[in-house]
Nanobody, 126 residues
């Protein structure tokens, strides 16, 4: 079992930066692929980014490439999402997720993950 807790959300202006954190319980954090999703008001949850077990490879949605960066520190059981040049359309609840299997096809959908955090709100004003 893995429990995930997100933090670092808040209210910022367009162009500002935020760093989100996701802390995981347990002793086997390095065994999990970690991802970030977001859900805007009135919309379905969408993929943002994921990172492989060792952190050697990262993958992003087209809408966030060049602005958002996912990273992990396995010694601290934590995954991060550095968010730069934020836009109003980035406003959403951001969720982290963990998958105990690593698939060659990637981890782009909700069904690819086994555990979810409760989310942290990010609001970007213009």
């Amino acid at each position: 079992q893995v429990q995930l807790v997100e933090s670092g959300g808040g209210l910022v202006q367009a162009g500002d930066s935020l760093r989100l954190s996701c802390a995981a319980s347990g002793r086997t954090f390095s065994s999990y692929v970690m991802g970030w999703f977001r859900q805007a008001p009135g919309k379905e949850r969408e993929f943002v980014a994921f990172i492989t077990r060792s952190g050697a490879r990262t993958y992003y949605a087209d809408s966030v490439k060049g602005r958002l960066t996912i990273s992990r520190d396995n010694a601290k059981n934590t995954v991060y999402l550095q968010m730069n040049s934020l836009k109003p359309e980035d406003t959403a609840v951001y969720y982290c997720a963990a998958a105990y299997r690593e698939y060659y096809s990637g981890h782009y959908e909700e069904s690819d993950y086994d555990y979810w955090g409760q989310g942290t709100q990010v609001t970007v004003s213009s």
